[in-house]
């Protein structure tokens, strides 16, 4: 199975896949001019995921992992523990305390001192998901809910959780959560597709065209509330006025959405929402009563560039003996292009961004190759208004913060704030994972949370682990501006991995041996625990680093198998070295199959000197 790089501008079906071609970008994003300095309100937070300036002056930040909702000091960065929520969990990257909106009255009333929060949890009481058996045990019975907590300002804790909803579909990848209260008085939060149809869940098909049942309303049965935005009332009952789909009335808003992380409203009660596409084109929405948005069938517009809807789990082969690689979908697997689909949908005011042609595995980003796909990750939207005090030149924007290459971009409105105007510009670029943002009353400074770990793009080319200000909140203040497009400073020196054990040091011993029984378990393996973060192919993943090809040799040849064990036990994130020693050797065993080499007679040693012996080349 090969590509065929002579063939461009098309998707072409060849004998035995659909071919890809390299992926530059469509009116890629310009240069901002504009000076901000920067400084760091804090760091070190755990996974800091949403970012809200209070009524009392100080940013409100939930912290993904430790389920805390922590109060900051914008200038002195003073932090104070609102609550633990201690029912919180976040198996992996995905999960955990997500969403916060203030209630508007918060400080003006007592009987409305209320903060909302969204978080996935365990609940044995709602049965273990269907889909469980895909995915690591600790997800099988892991839901979301949205909780109301009420605030005392003299102490500053937050109490008396109440749940709105719960139940909700909560996995191992895209469940959206970011929550807003609308000027309506109404919640709303994204739920994602979780992830089905691609990397370790490509066997599970895409329900965001699925809408609710009655009977699934009358059981309090939330399954189809995946790839859907939801409004609820406050107290998480379903709005009369909410949109009949299929002729029922549910939470779902709106439907056909991939992953929504960011939702924001303009003063004249606009919605925008950004959504992370595949491979190509992230969106910027504005989000309407019973919109169909077009996932899975569209991504970014209607426009035949790059995106084919394969339906692996309809493949004639059983899908769980295929390896997933949007590259090259198997003769087998049945696909649709965007033009096939002739339902009306909305489409986007923008995208972020579109592929000009398509090798989705640019040499540039040295084997990282999600870091050169023309995607940012856009994981928050904001609607900002510059207003007589704020940024000038900014009178109408949206803030998109970027995952991937750790910047801010700017959408320009036009003034009916219904169309895209203008240039995208890209600001403030860092070698981290920006999250999400807030503003200063006066609109001068922009405070961004910093994820604590991931993968991003390196200022002086390719990808890098090593966060400049890992779980940090940076504050930008307008300064003026520059002469001209503003670059990124250039590092000092590379910091495109990380350091391997020290202890474990370059070896000179024979390369690994392993059985092909135990690479054929290590497969099994991967797929459940590894694959939704490093990619169906170990290469093609967008949550870590790649675990074959290029950026595997670079980082690792040389170095000793027991050297990648010991790595390989940091894994889970939320349980390091939980798993059984021989599950991680198991997991090695086929990556180095997935590297070139040949299975053996011996398996991979279970103690750590005959581990140390064997050296990986």
Request: proline residues 8%; contains cysteine; charged residues 25%.
């Amino acid at each position: 199975m090969t590509k065929r790089p002579e063939l461009v501008a098309i998707l072409l079906v060849c004998v035995g896949f659909v071919a890809f071609l390299p992926a530059a970008e469509e009116n890629p994003p310009v240069r901002g001019s504009k000076r901000f300095a920067k400084s760091v309100v804090v760091s070190g937070l755990a996974a800091p995921w949403e970012v809200e300036w209070g009524p009392d002056d100080w940013l409100w930040v939930t912290e993904r992992t430790a389920g805390r909702v922590t109060r900051i000091h914008p200038k002195t960065g003073e932090q104070k523990t609102a609550v633990v929520i201690e029912e919180v969990r976040a198996p992996g990257g995905q999960e955990g305390l997500l969403g916060l909106t203030l209630h508007p009255n918060l400080l003006d009333s007592v009987d409305r001192d209320y903060v909302y929060v969204s978080y996935t949890y365990d609940d044995p009481e709602e049965g273990a998901d269907s889909n469980a058996d895909v995915a690591a045990p600790a997800y099988r019975y892991l839901y979301m809910k949205v909780v109301r907590f009420r605030y005392n300002a003299k102490t500053g804790r937050l109490s008396d959780p109440v749940d709105v909803i719960r139940g909700l579909p909560a996995g191992n990848d895209h469940n959206g959560g970011r929550l807003k209260l609308g000027p309506d008085g109404k919640l709303y939060l994204t739920i994602g597709d979780q992830g089905h149809n691609q990397l370790g869940n490509f066997c599970l098909p895409i329900e965001s065209q699925r809408l609710p049942t009655q009977a699934e309303v009358d059981a309090v049965d939330y399954r189809a509330y995946v790839g859907k935005t939801l409004r609820l009332n406050l107290d998480g009952s379903i709005p009369g006025d909410n949109p009949t789909l299929a002729g029922t009335v549910s939470h779902v808003y709106s439907y056909g959405h991939r992953n929504s992380q960011g939702i924001d409203f303009a003063p004249d009660g606009t919605l925008y929402a950004s959504e992370h596409g595949p491979h190509t084109d992230d969106e910027v929405n504005i989000l309407g009563a019973g919109g169909n948005y077009g996932w899975p069938h569209v991504a970014g517009r209607r426009d035949d560039k790059f995106y084919v809807y394969a339906r692996w789990a309809d493949s004639r082969i059983a899908c769980k003996d295929l390896t997933y690689d949007f590259t090259r979908i198997p003769d087998s697997t049945p696909f649709a292009r965007e033009s096939d689909y002739e339902d009306p949908f909305i489409e986007p005011i923008a995208s972020l961004f579109t592929a000009a042609d398509g090798d989705f595995e640019d040499p540039r980003c040295g084997g990282a190759h999600h870091i050169c796909w023309p995607t940012i990750g856009p994981s928050s939207i904001e609607y900002y208004e510059a207003g007589e005090s704020g940024v000038p030149g900014w009178e109408r924007v949206l803030f998109v913060t970027g995952l991937k290459r750790g910047s801010l971009y700017t959408v320009p409105l036009d003034d009916s704030g219904q169309r895209a105007s203008g240039p995208i510009e890209r600001h403030l670029q860092s070698e981290d994972r920006f999250r999400d943002t807030a503003v200063s009353p006066d609109g001068r400074t922009i405070f961004v949370a910093a994820d604590f770990s991931g993968v991003a793009e390196a200022i002086g080319g390719g990808a890098t682990n090593s966060m400049a200000h890992p779980g940090a909140i940076l504050a930008f203040t307008y300064e003026g501006e520059a002469d001209g497009p503003i670059e990124p400073v250039m590092l000092t020196k590379s910091k495109r991995s990380e350091t391997p054990s020290a202890e474990s040091g370059p070896a000179q011993g024979p390369p690994p041996h392993f059985t092909a029984a135990q690479a054929e378990a290590g497969r099994s393996a991967y797929v459940k625990y590894c694959a939704v973060c490093h990619g169906g192919n170990l290469t093609n993943g967008t949550h870590g680093t790649p675990l074959a090809g290029r950026y595997f040799d670079e980082k690792w040849s040389g170095k000793s198998v027991r050297a990648l064990f010991e790595h390989a036990k940091k894994m889970p994130p939320d349980r390091p070295g939980s798993l059984e020693d021989q599950l991680y050797l198991n997991v090695l065993a086929y990556v180095f199959q997935m590297n070139g080499v040949e299975p053996g007679d011996a398996p991979l040693p279970n103690n750590p000197s005959g581990q140390t012996r064997l050296t990986i080349r």
